[in-house]
């Protein structure tokens, strides 16, 4: 990026988007632009929120090829038997991975109550409390977006299949060889504690309930280069320094439209958002305008860390109309 667009860009986003962490753009596969802000440098690392579901996707991807799991037909309640239907309970028991992990899964719960999520966040298996929730009345197929409750379910399948924590898994599979570091799990005592977690530019870890399971839907924090990086090796086809950490089947699959969220006009993945399936741009979007942008087409990764922040304006609009123009 030349240097008088990168000026530009910075004084727009001091002045419209003084949420942001850090910028990381990468076309090529090399840096164009890196720059940051609100006391961030190249290490911190942010609360990325719903960029989570994308990493988890990833992993989910990871254990398909390494023979941990074997279809995503297979019904989520296999991976529990333990868990306990009544018979009359019928769509619960239809449920499969793939309904989970392209958001057409059925939940009974309301996603504008808040008290739901004050319960969630209360309780000490954060998969279960899903699990409970999970069927009702509605309809399998239709998208129905879960924001934090449901993801969780994946995460435990996970650790069912692969006998790891999600987070020892992502270590030994897709962190350390991206040459990324995330450190610890992390939990909370306190709702001031995770408040604090929202605002912070240091914390390094993924977040889990008080059974060692990490949010599937949240979470994670993350720097962004550590998202460019993420959106480099969905355009290298899962190839990384000459190893292949997931393979280009998963990798297509995951970023070609399997439902769509109509209010929103926006087709979904697994756990990915189709911004333009003819241009080939997907994106991993979290709250407070967190984003792992990926223009196959361009061959351009647009990485973005944020601070948490109410109205946010849109960080795809910021990209398409601003950010990429500035690329040649």
Same mark, same amino acid.
């Not at 849109?314 to 123009?325: K, T």
């Given at each position: 990026?030349?240097?008088?667009?990168?000026?530009?860009?910075?004084?727009?986003?001091?002045?419209?988007?003084?949420?942001?962490?850090?910028?990381?753009?990468?076309?090529?596969?090399?840096?164009?632009?890196?720059?940051?802000?609100?006391?961030?440098?190249?290490?911190?690392?942010?609360?990325?929120?719903?960029?989570?579901?994308?990493?988890?996707?990833?992993?989910?991807?990871?254990?398909?090829?390494?023979?941990?799991?074997?279809?995503?037909?297979?019904?989520?309640?296999?991976?529990?038997?333990?868990?306990?239907?009544?018979?009359?309970?019928?769509?619960?028991?239809?449920?499969?991975?793939?309904?989970?992990?392209?958001?057409?899964?059925?939940?009974?719960?309301?996603?504008?109550?808040?008290?739901?999520?004050?319960?969630?966040?209360?309780?000490?298996?954060?998969?279960?409390?899903?699990?409970?929730?999970?069927?009702?009345?509605?309809?399998?197929?239709?998208?129905?977006?879960?924001?934090?409750?449901?993801?969780?379910?994946?995460?435990?399948?996970?650790?069912?299949?692969?006998?790891?924590?999600?987070?020892?898994?992502?270590?030994?599979?897709?962190?350390?060889?991206?040459?990324?570091?995330?450190?610890?799990?992390?939990?909370?005592?306190?709702?001031?504690?995770?408040?604090?977690?929202?605002?912070?530019?240091?914390?390094?870890?993924?977040?889990?309930?008080?059974?060692?399971?990490?949010?599937?839907?949240?979470?994670?924090?993350?720097?962004?280069?550590?998202?460019?990086?993420?959106?480099?090796?969905?355009?290298?086809?899962?190839?990384?320094?000459?190893?292949? $950490?997931?393979?280009?089947?998963?990798?297509?699959?995951?970023?070609?439209?399997?439902?769509?969220?109509?209010?929103?006009?926006?087709?979904?993945?697994?756990?990915?958002?189709?911004?333009?399936?003819?241009?080939?741009?997907?994106?991993?979007?979290?709250?407070?305008?967190?984003?792992?942008?990926?223009?196959?087409?361009?061959?351009?990764?647009?990485? $973005?860390?944020?601070?948490?922040?109410?109205?946010?304006?849109?960080?795809?609009?910021?990209?398409?109309?601003?950010?990429?123009?500035?690329?040649?």
């Amino acid at each position: 990026m030349e240097e008088n667009n990168q000026k530009r860009l910075v004084e727009l986003i001091e002045s419209e988007h003084p949420n942001i962490g850090g910028i990381t753009i990468l076309q090529n596969g090399k840096t164009v632009c890196e720059t940051f802000f609100n006391g961030c440098d190249v290490t911190s690392k942010l609360h990325v929120y719903s960029v989570s579901k994308s990493i988890l996707s990833l992993l989910v991807g990871i254990a398909f090829d390494q023979g941990y799991l074997n279809s995503l037909e297979q019904k989520v309640l296999t991976f529990f038997p333990e868990y306990s239907v009544a018979a009359k309970e019928q769509t619960i028991q239809q449920i499969t991975l793939r309904d989970l992990i392209t958001m057409t899964a059925p939940y009974n719960y309301d996603t504008t109550d808040p008290s739901i999520y004050s319960q969630y966040f209360m309780s000490s298996d954060w998969a279960a409390f899903s699990l409970d929730l999970l069927g009702g009345q509605g309809r399998i197929g239709a998208f129905h977006y879960t924001p934090l409750i449901g993801p969780d379910i994946l995460s435990a399948v996970l650790i069912k299949a692969t006998g790891q924590s999600v987070l020892a898994f992502a270590q030994e599979n897709l962190f350390t060889p991206l040459g990324i570091t995330i450190e610890k799990n992390i939990t909370f005592s306190s709702a001031e504690e995770q408040m604090a977690f929202n605002q912070s530019i240091d914390y390094n870890g993924w977040v889990c309930d008080a059974k060692g399971v990490n949010a599937g839907g949240w979470g994670l924090t993350l720097s962004s280069r550590d998202m460019a990086t993420i959106g480099q090796l969905y355009l290298n086809d899962g190839q990384w320094d000459h190893s292949q $950490i997931v393979s280009p089947e998963w990798l297509a699959e995951s970023t070609s439209p399997h439902s769509k969220w109509l209010e929103m006009n926006l087709s979904y993945g697994y756990l990915w958002w189709i911004i333009d399936q003819e241009k080939q741009i997907f994106a991993a979007l979290g709250d407070g305008g967190n984003v792992i942008y990926c223009n196959r087409e361009k061959q351009l990764v647009i990485a $973005i860390a944020s601070l948490f922040m109410e109205g946010t304006k849109d960080r795809i609009e910021l990209i398409q109309q601003v950010i990429e123009p500035m690329i040649r």
